[in-house]
Every structure is written in C-alpha cells, then in structure tokens.
C-alpha cells in the first residue's frame, strides 16, 4: 500500500514537472514573438503603456472610449510599439495633477471625461528631419489631428530660424544648413513662445509626465495611465520657460513621448480655463472635434497657436450668427498667418472666409488649410508685407508634410501678369492646372497670381 501512494507521489511529481516544463516553453515562445517585435522587457508591460485602453483607431465601435479587458482583443503590435514617455523625477517640484484639473482637462478637449487620445495622437512628437537633408529645418509630421499641431508649431520654428534668431543670415540657404543643436533650439524656442503667447505674456505653465500616479480611476473619469501622472510647472519669465523646455526637450521631442499630447496639454494650461471660456463661443465648446475614429482639432486650437487666442473662428473681430448670437474671431495680427481652400467650401459663406488679420501676419509665413490637409508657405524675404511693390513679383516656398516630399517645392508669384499670360501658362500645363489646390489657396490672399511652379509637378 505505502509503495502504491508513493507511485502516486512520483507519477504526480513527473506531471507537475512536464506541466512547469510545458508552460515555461510556452513563455520562451511569447518571448520570441515579443522580441521579434522588438518589445523589450525593460520598456514594455503586459498593459501596454498606455494603460489597459485600447485606442481609437483599433476599438470596434471606433468611438475613441476605452473598451474594457478581456474582450479576445490581444496586444496589437501598432498599440505595443509606442516606447513609454519620458520621465521625469517626482522630486522636479512641479504641482501634480488633481483630479478636478484632469476632469477639466478632458471636458475641454473631448466635452466627456471618458473619451481618451487615439493611437495616432499618442504616438505623435516633436522629430525634425535628418541635419543633413534638404529638409532639416522641418518637422515630420504623421497621420490624424496632431498634424495640425505639428504643422502650426513648423511654422513658428521658421519664424525664428529666418526671422528672429540672431547671429544668423535669414535666407534659405541658412535653413538647410542648420545642426541638430540649432534644431534643438529652435524647437525650444517655438515651443515656449506659443505657450507664453497663450498665457498673455504672463505666464507658462508646461506639463510633464513623472513616475508617481496622482488620480485613481472614478466612475466619471477614465484613466488613461498617461494623464494622471502630470506635473505642471509655472513660469513668469519666457526664458526661463524656454530654458526648462531645452533641458527637458526629450519629453517633447522623444519617441514615445507624448510630446504633441504633452504640448496641447500646456498650451491649456498655459491659456487657463477661465479664458478660454471667454475666447469659445456657442460654436464651439470643446477643442477637438471627434472625425473617422479620431479625433481633430478645431479652429480654436490652431487659432490659439498662432494668435495666443482660442477663437473659434477665422474672421476679423466679432460677428453675429444666424439667430444673432455673438461670434468670436480673430482680434490682432499674428506673426505666423493662417490661409485655406476647399473644394466644397462656399464662397459666399463670409463666416468661413478667412480675414485679413490671418491673411496678412506679421512675417510672410502662412499655415495653410487646403482640403483638410494642413501644410506650410513661406517667403524669406520679411519686407514681403509691409512693401507693396514687393507683392509684384516674389517666391514662396511650400512644404507639405507628406513623406514623398524631399525637398521644398519653390513657387514664383506674379500678381501683375496680363490675363492672356495666365491663360497661356494654365494651357501650357492642361485644363486641370488651373485647379491646383495649392494655387487656390494662394489665390485666396492673391487673387489675380499668376503660379509658377518651377519644374515641379503641380500638387491635386
């Protein structure tokens, strides 16, 4: 009898054995298939890192509200490949997040506290191209609504590498030449003058994410594992802010770092909630606008960036709506302006029509809205205007933002051509040059210009 029980014991031992055996060649076997992925153990969590949700543009109902575990949805290799973000030590001395400011903060962008940011939004940063291309003054620039973003802060980093950094020749050639200490800097730069612009000239507060969690999970607010861990730091001076965001530019600039997030994150902050209360209308109530899956930004934004003024619209001054209520448009001269065309845009809509506060900035650099699509002109001359005689006959650079695009496309501008020459120069290229989007944008601020596109193929 002893010698049964202790067969019992050997042969319950062996299977105990084979089924540890078993399970620690089905780990190897994850393991495997985690490293040909390149998911590292030292960066990566069975949770993924943004938490347990899973993102707009891989939900099921495609609402952007985090769907709970455990429903057969596994780790998506697109979800898994963003790194975690920068970190900072919870001993900086920033003022944590509280759960009212984050309930705040996502009724402003979302109007709910349980829609969080889609994969695309999360995996945007700040990433110049390489110092060496022709490119290296410009940022690459992804899918979804943080390319608005990306775009608008493109064109304050010109602004101060063609106009307002000293030391330097302000012409083309000096653009791609820069380094990637004066990428950095100009990212710096940009960065902390938008953020001080939307506080005032006050103040800037910038977010951060530290190692610490501050706010748990609630009934009326989701987490997102990424929000809750904010440190907000305030500034009086715009040196010192600039200052903080060179020695902390990974954060903003880093793969996996949230940085475009981050960035939006601080220009709220930075703007406070009381004004931007004042800036919104009836229009608008929220900052983002939800679009295929996503989410996109609204004209308040965009506006914010390059005014320092969340207004929702594109006018000049205040207008009246259709039941008479008060609209909000733009108040002041910019130093980076704001044009755009669509195809199905009504041309006797004069609330849609851009005014002349945007059309005209302060520096010949313009952010232009063509078909939804969000791209950059610019001149390198300053006095372009504020000298009429030089709007006879000038040049205009356009960047894009599409990776097919390897250099910037150069434009000649001539506003004083006869109608029998631009007749002529529209047929030389066919009957669909004349509908180049890129032109009707142009032709919104210049409206008789004749486009020469230079040997490059004109963009539809």
């Known amino acids: ?33 985690f490293s040909f992925h390149r998911l590292g153990t030292n960066n990566t969590t069975p949770q993924s890192h943004e938490g347990n949700h899973i993102s707009t543009d891989e939900n099921e109902d495609g609402t952007g509200i985090p769907q709970p575990k455990g429903q057969g949805h596994l780790l998506s290799s697109g979800l898994c490949s963003i790194p975690n973000p920068s970190i900072i030590s919870s001993k900086l001395g920033g003022l944590p997040i509280s759960l009212a400011m984050a309930t705040k903060l996502r009724q402003i962008l979302f109007g709910n506290t349980i829609h969080v940011f889609s994969y695309n939004w999360k995996k945007a940063y700040f990433r110049f191209h390489d110092p060496s291309s022709e490119l290296a003054f410009t940022l690459e620039v992804g899918k979804g609504g943080a390319r608005s973003i990306q775009m608008a802060v493109q064109g304050s980093i010109i602004k101060y590498l063609l106009f307002t950094r000293k030391g ?29 612009a939307a506080g005032a000239a ?25 929000t809750e861990r904010l440190q907000l730091f305030e500034f009086l ?12 530019l990974q954060c903003f ?4 770092s949230h940085g475009v997030i981050l960035f939006l994150y601080s220009l ?25 899956g996503g989410f996109l930004c609204r004209q308040a934004v965009l506006n914010m960036i390059l005014t320092g003024r969340a207004s929702p619209n594109v006018f000049n001054g205040c207008e009246k709506g259709k039941s008479q209520e008060t609209l909000h448009g733009v108040l002041t001269r910019s130093d980076v302006g704001y044009l755009q065309w669509g195809k199905d845009a009504l041309e006797d809509d004069r609330l849609s029509q851009v005014g002349s506060m945007l ?59 006869h109608h029998w020459e631009r007749d002529q120069q529209e047929e030389k290229h066919g009957p669909r040059r004349r509908f180049s989007p890129v032109e009707m944008a142009i032709r919104t601020k210049w409206s008789e210009a004749t486009i020469n596109w230079n040997g490059t193929i004109p963009f539809f």
């Open 168 to 196: 330097k020749d302000c012409n083309f050639g000096s653009l791609c030449e820069i380094s990637k200490k004066e990428q950095e800097q100009a990212l710096a730069v940009a960065l902390a003058g938008i953020l001080w």
């Open 237 to 248: 001076e715009k040196e010192a802010a600039e200052k903080f965001i060179y020695d902390h």
């Open 268 to 292: 709220i902050f930075s703007r406070t909630f009381e004004r931007l209360q004042m800036d919104l209308d009836v229009t608008t109530t929220q900052l983002l606008q939800p679009n295929a």
């Open 253 to 256: 600039r880093g793969e996996g």
């Open 359 to 417: 059309k005209t900035p302060k520096l010949p650099i313009w952010l232009c809205n063509i078909n939804g699509n969000y791209s950059i002109l610019f001149c390198t001359n300053r006095q372009l205007l504020s000298d009429w005689k030089m709007e006879r006959l000038f040049d205009l650079y356009f960047y894009s933002g599409q990776p097919s695009q390897k250099k910037l496309v150069h434009l000649t501008i001539d506003t004083h051509s």
């Open 1 to 33: 009898m002893d010698m049964e029980v202790l067969g019992q014991e050997q042969s319950s031992e062996q299977l105990d054995l084979e089924e540890i055996s078993r399970k620690i060649s089905f780990l190897d076997k994850w393991r495997e298939i």
């Open 202 to 226: 006050q103040k800037a507060t910038i977010c951060l994410v530290s190692e610490d969690t501050y706010i748990a999970s609630t009934p009326d607010y989701s987490v997102d594992n990424f």
